[in-house]
Nanobody, 121 residues
């Protein structure tokens, strides 16, 4: 099973970016999909998650600006980030947990390789 991330980059304050993460492999189900981030010198923190039954969890710092969505048929999770601020600058990591797939001994959590988001003028 692989987690392939796309999106990220450099954007000015107030701008938008879209992150995508697709889980590939012989996957039967995924319990939770989401995004975490880690800024330099800081611990990794939750950004947003969504469960297979549609329950959402957002960090207070991103509520009203970020929107997470998932496509269960494609094992895809998307993070739409609007009104970006310099403090959103970090490496963003895709996360999946509760995964049932061929060849897996554990349901997770599993992490993507990370994608850099930089918000700067």
């Amino acid at each position: 099973v692989q987690l392939v991330e796309s999106g990220g980059g450099l954007v000015q304050p107030g701008g938008s970016l879209r992150l995508s993460c697709a889980a590939s492999g012989r996957i039967f189900s995924i319990g939770s999909m989401g995004w975490y981030r880690q800024a330099p010198g800081k611990q990794r923190e939750l950004v947003a998650t969504v469960t297979s039954d549609g329950s959402f969890n957002y960090a207070d710092s991103v509520k009203g600006r970020f929107t997470i969505s998932r496509d269960n048929a494609k094992n895809l999770v998307v993070l739409q980030m609007n009104s970006l601020k310099p403090e959103d600058t970090a490496v963003y990591y895709c996360n999946v947990d509760g995964m049932v797939a061929v060849g897996l001994n554990s349901g997770g959590p599993y992490w993507g390789q990370g994608t850099q988001v930089t918000v700067s003028s």
